[in-house]
């Protein structure tokens, strides 16, 4: 699910508390959250609804002025039933806590654990470390450049550095990454031996 940028900030000063689309299949949950550019949108229900259903009140708690205005949008799409999605605030994103917040030694394991199972569930050679200290020794550098430095697709190499962002270990830049506080400490730990034998495999 995209969000303007405009809707979430009316999201997020509770001036829009819906939201509605025409879905083959719904990319959000009652009770999930969306990560979003503003932080992490929590949605507190999900269901489907006839056109005729929709009121007046719907389209301006979405942000529409009219429910005209909002049948006119939701309708350049045909296909899919329609969904109505309530959102119930945005909160920071976690990521940004997670990425300044060091472990303590107990959480090591843990942390080079979940490390292994990313290396085991993806095709080829183990990644994760490698792609931590190429991030590490080469701050700022353009995805397209890293990935090619390790002989890796430029789509593989970005999808692999989300899911250490959501660990908290890498940070997005304007041009290419670095790591996070809690990246470094991990790095450090692999570099002087302190994880070794501690993740299984």
Known sequence: MILRAEVLEQIREGRV????????????????????????????????????????ADAYRAGYASRDELLDDLNRRSEGAIYRVAFAGITPDPRIALRETLPDEEELPRILQRLDQLD??????????????????????LAEVLAGRIGMEKYTFKQRVRKLKALGLTISLERGY????????????????SGDGVATR
């Open 120 to 141: 085991s569930r993806s095709e080829g050679p183990p990644w994760t470390k490698q792609v931590l200290a190429l991030i590490a020794q080469q701050p700022a550098v």
């Open 178 to 193: 670095r790591l996070s506080p809690r990246g470094e400490w991990l790095l450090e730990r692999i570099a002087d031996g």
């Open 17 to 56: 508390t819906l939201a509605f689309r025409r879905w083959r299949r719904p990319s959000v949950r009652s009770g999930g959250t969306l990560l979003t550019s503003m932080g992490q949108v929590h949605i507190s229900d999900v269901t489907t609804l006839a056109e005729d259903d929709i009121t007046e």
